[in-house]
């Protein structure tokens, strides 16, 4: 079983900045993709930013230029610099993991860690 651990969520005011991370542990355990998903109260989960083993990087419109994702896939983790934070960034923000384990194919989340802006 693939475990998912965040850390780095908080309570930050407009223009500041957090550093998200998110270590996975398990056997046999080869990531295809890393990432970050974000929750509001009352809204769908929503996609931040991934990164695939190869280093491509994906981002939401909403956060390019503001957010940079990071991966060490030979440690098993991936973080997100989150600069410029604005109100509307408040949210739960999930670690997400695409891969595989012990050669089947795995899709994982973490337990999720809060991000407040306040204005």
């Known amino acids: 079983q693939v475990q998912l651990v965040e850390s780095g969520g908080g309570l930050v005011q407009a223009g500041g900045s957090l550093r998200l991370s998110c270590v996975a542990s398990?056997?046999?355990?080869?990531?295809?993709?890393m990432g970050w998903y974000r929750q509001a109260p009352g809204k769908r989960r929503e996609l931040v930013a991934t990164?695939?083993?190869?280093?491509?990087?994906n981002y939401a419109d909403s956060v390019k230029g503001r957010f940079t994702i990071s991966g060490d896939f030979a440690k098993n983790t991936v973080n997100l610099q989150m600069n410029s934070l604005k109100p509307e960034d408040t949210a739960v923000y999930y670690c997400?993991?695409?891969?595989?384990?012990?050669?089947?194919?795995?899709?994982?989340w973490g337990q999720g860690t809060q991000v407040t802006v306040s204005s």
């Open positions: 997400y993991l695409q891969g595989w384990q012990s050669a089947l194919p795995t899709d994982s």
């Open positions: 398990g056997s046999l355990l080869t990531i295809k993709v």
């Open positions: 990164i695939t083993s190869g280093g491509s990087t």
